[in-house]
């Protein structure tokens, strides 16, 4: 199911053409699938069968044997249910946040800007510019900007948003706030992308039949701009459903936020427990491929992603 | 098969459609050819399994006059240039080029970027590495580290007797000290006018939220263990781990700490995120070089603790003598005195002291850097664990840290 809502519309291309074009076709796509299959399938095979592995019998600190131990997987999911939910809780909560900011900031560049060629780059150039500095860079400054003595902290507490002993840094707010201020750009591209091609004469007919602000924007604006919204919601849910920087206790986050990637990287690197780290990558990955089905079915796009 | 388009005129665009279609490859022989491969692939990822310990490889120092050295930041003398006094002195004097990497930031991330080609007996970059004991413990177990030849390094008879025969390496065969240094507690003295004594003050409410600890699992919960009266060095089991885990985990659960951390825990001193810490001794004397003195380090009333971060030639290494003839070097007090005087932390090295005192004799009365006996007796270094407890308590340690 979640392939075929991927798998492009093929019924309607002329049948004799591709069969023609097909061995050159192939040809030429041999270095495009060598790479797939260099980088992509050969790992792929090789975490699912670390997935499998089972611990060696009285083995040292990482020491695994090729098996096919299923419970890796029932293991994961008992332990870390929690860092799953976060994730994808707080992926959600920083997708939504995220078009909400994202949404009018790409009309008004995209559509209210439209007459002002230059002022529209320049704003374009300032939402990428961020992409300028390391992502950890940025990360790292906000925490610092974010810091328990810093004025904004107490400017919080002081408006009783933060009790007394509380603080920002740590607390599930901060690594949504970092989310949302990391994937912001990858929402507004795709929005601007399909607003900017809004036919203002459809805006002008909404009017002309008498429909209000609301009612145009919910009949016209919105419906025209699903592709930029879909696309958008994808390049801003998946990578931070996956996410460890925000979350990881050396930039925004505590024990208490920790997500899934948190806990990949924990087994991974210190534990050594290259099963359950690779179990729990393929939980992720199954997990983002049927979610995204599911919105893409949903949302009636499938031709377009 | 449809019939064949005409080639085009161009001569050169005619060669490489012929090449081409010479090439090309029926649907069946790709899939064929795909499966193939990626069976292929699927068994090279089972090889790996093995477990036989790597040989090590062939010396060729005499000829190859290089040495790659993987070490910590900020852990040798370095002058306003960002040159090596002490390593240029020793590219002098013996005409090997040292390429100094400052690589390692982490035991656990640097044993994960390097532990296949340690496992394969590659060569891992490095001739010679750093790590703290207790990796350099599994290397030894694993077999990953090669056995260092006494007669280059005459200047191990330096070495301070009581690192001389540690549990996990007797009479260092395959292992030298380079640097060590204490677990212990420090305050930020601006807040904190009165000080800390023991890790139990770090659990005082009214610091909520402020503490942080190290992610290192040996000196966090050494040091609470100390607290608990453990002797860490000696004979305890997983009854005194609990216990200690049982204290760190309602310490995290409660908020009470905030930050668990590697090195990065110096940030959140200076950005006084964290006003009391369990800390490690020599980087306050940084810190509070670097960012005027407000912090404090004290070892505990109960006891800190004593780690090593330690010279081993991984298996891999072409170049082991010239490892050990820069160890040998090293294990000149008056060298070792020149590195300890910029790092800051404890040199394994006999005899350095007394170097230090001519140089500069209130460095010398420093306890973190020279101690004496009697400091050396408050601190205890952390015994080593069996595989077993390895896997178990660090996956415990890790649980709290994920919450």
């Known amino acids: ?305 | 098969m449809s019939p064949r388009r005409e080639l085009p005129t161009d001569p050169m665009v005619r060669e490489i459609v012929r090449q081409a279609r010479a090439w090309q490859v029926g649907r069946r022989g790709f899939l064929a050819g795909a499966g193939a491969s990626a069976a292929a692939l699927a068994l090279a990822a089972c090889s790996t399994g093995t477990s036989a310990p790597p040989t090590a490889a062939k010396d060729n120092s005499a000829s190859d006059k290089t040495l790659n050295w993987a070490n910590w930041p900020a852990y040798i003398d370095e002058d306003d240039d960002g040159n090596y006094p002490t390593l240029d002195a020793f590219e002098q004097q013996t005409g090997i080029s040292v390429n100094y990497l400052v690589d390692v930031d982490d035991n656990n991330t640097y044993y994960a970027k390097v532990r296949d080609q340690l496992a394969l007996g590659q060569d891992i970059g490095a001739d010679t590495v750093c790590l703290t004991e207790w990796m350099v413990a599994r290397l030894i177990r694993f077999g990953y580290v090669q056995d260092l030849d006494e007669a280059n390094i005459p200047n191990k008879k330096n070495l301070t007797a009581t690192l001389a025969d540690p549990d996990f390496d007797p009479g260092r065969a395959k292992s030298l000290p380079w640097q060590g240094g204490f677990g212990g507690i420090c305050w930020n003295k601006e807040a904190l006018p009165d000080g800390i004594r023991t890790v139990s003050d770090l659990w005082n409410p009214e610091l909520k939220g402020r503490v942080g600890v190290l992610s290192e699992m040996r000196d966090t919960l050494g040091l609470i263990m100390l607290e608990n009266g453990v002797d860490i060095t000696g004979d305890w089991g997983s009854d005194e781990f609990q216990a200690a885990m049982d204290t760190f985990s309602e310490q995290v659960a409660s908020g009470q700490i905030a930050a668990v951390k590697g090195n990065s825990y110096l940030e959140d001193l200076a950005s006084e995120n964290t006003l009391a810490a369990i800390c490690w001794s020599g980087d306050i004397t940084v810190l509070n070089a670097e960012s005027g003195d407000k912090w404090e380090f004290m070892v505990p009333e109960a006891g800190g603790t004593f780690w090593n971060d330690t010279f081993v030639v991984p298996v891999g290494s072409t170049r082991k003598t010239n490892a050990e003839t820069l160890m040998n070097y090293y294990y000149e007090p008056e060298v070792a005195a020149q590195v300890a005087a910029w790092v800051n932390y404890v040199t394994p090295v006999a005899g350095a002291k007394e170097a230090a005192e001519a140089i500069d004799p209130e460095l010398a009365a420093n306890q973190l850097i020279f101690p004496d006996d009697d400091t050396l007796s408050t601190v205890h270094p952390f015994r080593s664990l069996t595989a077993q407890e390895e896997t178990e308590f660090q996956a415990e340690f890790q649980k709290v840290l994920l919450g």
Request: net charge neutral; proline share 6%; aromatic share 12%.
């Open chain 1, 1 to 305: 199911m979640a392939i075929a809502a991927f798998a492009p519309t093929t019924a309607g291309a002329p049948q004799g053409e591709t069969k023609r074009g097909g061995r050159t076709a192939l040809f030429l796509l041999i270095p495009c699938i060598a790479y797939l299959a260099l980088f992509f399938l050969a790992p792929l095979i090789s975490l699912v069968l670390t997935s499998f592995q089972a611990p060696r019998l009285y083995g040292d600190i990482g020491q695994y044997d090729y098996a096919f131990r299923w419970e890796n997987y029932a293991d994961v999911i008992g332990e870390y249910w929690p860092q799953i939910l976060r994730s994808f809780g707080c992926a959600l909560a920083a997708t939504v946040i995220a078009l909400i900011i994202s949404y009018p900031l790409a009309y008004f560049i995209g559509v209210t800007m439209r007459r002002y060629s230059l002022a529209q780059s320049l704003l374009l150039v300032l939402v990428v510019a961020p992409f300028f500095i390391s992502f950890l860079l940025r990360t790292l400054a906000w925490k610092q900007i974010l810091s328990n003595e810093s004025p904004i902290v107490h400017a919080l507490q002081a408006v009783s948003l933060l009790g007394p002993g509380e603080y920002f840094i740590g607390s599930p707010a901060a690594v949504i706030f970092g989310l949302v201020y990391n994937f912001v750009p990858f929402m507004t591209l795709p929005l601007y992308a399909s607003l900017e091609r809004l036919d203002s004469r459809l805006l002008e007919a909404g009017s002309d039949l008498y429909a209000n602000a609301f009612t145009t924007f919910r009949t016209v604006t919105l419906p025209l701009s699903i592709p930029g919204i879909v696309s958008g919601t994808l390049l801003t849910f998946i990578p931070a459903a996956g996410d460890y920087i925000n979350a990881s206790r050396d930039f925004l986050g505590s024990p208490d936020t920790s997500m899934l990637g948190n806990a990949v990287e924990a087994n991974f690197l210190v534990l050594q427990n290259f099963p359950a780290a690779a179990a729990l990558s393929i939980i992720l990955m199954g997990a983002i491929l049927i979610l995204v089905a599911v919105y893409v079915r949903r949302s009636g796009t499938d031709e377009l992603v």
